[in-house]
């Protein structure tokens, strides 16, 4: 079985850091709404769970100006590398950045005010561990602040490109690839989809005052259905999908795809519904 950092410094991780700018404008304003609901705010300290390629470490620079810091990681080098590229090119003073997985990494002593995180916490292999490693973070009543898929029917952005896959694919031989189907916690994109898991782990890992609110919005997935359909077939589950089928399945899926997505274009490009969960709480 791979692991999640066999995953992420993959092909996987390759593919993610090559499409870094989309996917900062693809899923920014996801995690600004959760900055606001953190109260990220000037001179603050924050942490930043699988930062990746920088974009919400750089927001959270901005807003935190010249006095706060920010210390993003992350366990995947190749996204990471982009994000140390952006930070050496800006000349950024207040960031920090470290290859590092937050179950185990020494903080050396450093307390944040806030940890945040953009889609980066659903992939632990042990969340209570986890969790409780950033609880030890924080500083006395510090808090937590992350955003995080819902189930797969209720975001069109996982589960139309899923569905097309899937008319092309041996659905005997596959497993699902986002563990829709699961009510137990899994690593993935929807492993938090369930308040009752989100919950429980969070308090079993020493966080209290959880707050889980559901926000829902439309995501520009592509200009055009053939760039939309390049960018949802290069990443998330449909690509995950396709990983093992040749060229011709993938091309077949590619033009449906495309077909599928011209009823979704609008004067911004392509758009896809989509359906997170924001989630506060405090240590201790």
């Known amino acids: 079985m791979v692991t999640q950092s ?4 993959g092909n996987a991780g390759k593919q993610w850091a090559s499409l870094a700018n989309n996917q900062d404008t693809l899923l920014g304003k996801l995690g600004e709404a959760t900055m606001d609901a953190a109260g990220v705010s000037i001179g603050q300290s924050v942490l930043d769970i699988g930062c990746g390629s920088g974009g919400s470490t750089f927001e959270i620079s901005r807003r935190i100006g010249s006095d706060g ?9 190749p996204m990471l590398d982009i994000a140390i590229g952006r930070l050496t090119s800006h000349d950024i003073g207040n960031v920090k950045l470290s290859e590092a997985d937050v179950t185990t990494f020494n903080f050396t002593n450093h307390l944040f005010d806030i940890a945040f995180s953009r889609f980066g916490v659903m992939f632990f292999e042990d969340p209570v561990a986890s969790f409780s490693s950033i609880a030890n973070s ?18 069109e952005w996982f589960e139309l490109p899923l569905n097309v896959g899937l008319k092309y694919c041996d659905q005997n031989n596959q497993v699902d690839p986002m563990d829709a189907a699961g009510h137990s916690y899994t690593p993935g994109p929807m492993a938090f989809k369930d308040k009752d898991i989100i919950d429980k782990i969070l308090s079993d890992s020493g966080f209290s005052a959880i707050s889980i609110k559901d926000l829902k919005s439309t995501l520009v997935v592509g200009l055009t259905p053939t760039i939309a359909a390049n960018n949802l077939i290069s990443i998330g589950p449909l690509s995950r999908l396709l990983l093992n089928y040749d060229d011709q399945t993938k091309a077949l899926v590619q033009t449906e795809l495309e077909q599928q997505l011209m009823q979704n274009v609008t004067s911004e490009g392509v758009t896809l519904k989509s359906n997170i969960w924001i989630i506060t709480a405090r240590k201790g």
Do not use: H, M
Request: hydrophobic letters at 35%; one cysteine or more.
């Open 138 to 155: 924080l500083k006395s009543n510090g808090r937590l602040a992350f955003c995080c898929w819902r189930s797969l029917s209720k975001n």
């Open 6 to 9: 066999e995953y992420w410094n």
């Open 69 to 77: 810091t920010v210390w993003g990681v992350d366990i995947s080098k």
